[in-house]
């Protein structure tokens, strides 16, 4: 064996050893948001031509979300608008970093099962806002999307007790 072979082996082996393996155990997620939390109203809704509502629950580094949409367009065919009001569902993973918090996962269905297919949306769920202000018992929110408020109110506190993946 040549030097570099040897050289191949010294970094295979201390990137190997470099690794550290993560237990199998949900992270601890952000205190503050730990919760249920519910968008009650939405400013100005019936000028709006359509909006949708947000129910949120954090547990750990978890999210669990509701969204019901008031639309006065239909974007779906017939049997899924619904006479526009309509569920979804998604739920997964969040993280917060500085003065944004990043929702990353899968669109359900009502059981938090994933859904594969049918009306609405499916696939990954991916969602970023800016945190405004928060305190012990309101969340407010602006969608990187679109620039809409989420102005949330708690309505369940939850400790967060990891659990296995």
Request: proline share 2%.
């Amino acid at each position: 064996m040549n030097k570099y072979h040897y050289l191949i082996i010294l970094c295979s082996l201390m990137a190997f050893l470099g690794c550290e393996r993560r237990p199998n155990v949900q992270g601890n997620g952000e205190t503050f948001l730990q919760g249920v939390w519910n968008q009650d109203s939405i400013a100005n809704s019936s000028t709006l031509m359509n909006y949708t509502q947000h129910h949120l629950k954090f547990t750990c580094d978890s999210f669990y979300v509701d969204m019901t949409t008031h639309s006065k367009v239909n974007y779906y065919e017939d049997p899924c608008y619904n006479n526009g009001v309509w569920k979804e569902y998604a739920k997964g993973v969040y993280e917060v970093r500085k003065d944004s918090l990043f929702l990353l996962g899968t669109y359900t269905k009502s059981n938090y099962k994933q859904k594969v297919s049918g009306c609405y949306t499916i696939g990954i769920y991916r969602k970023s806002f800016l945190i405004k202000s928060s305190g012990s018992q309101h969340l407010s929110l602006q969608s990187l999307s679109d620039q809409r408020d989420v102005n949330l109110v708690l309505k369940q506190k939850i400790t967060c007790v990891p659990q296995q993946l």
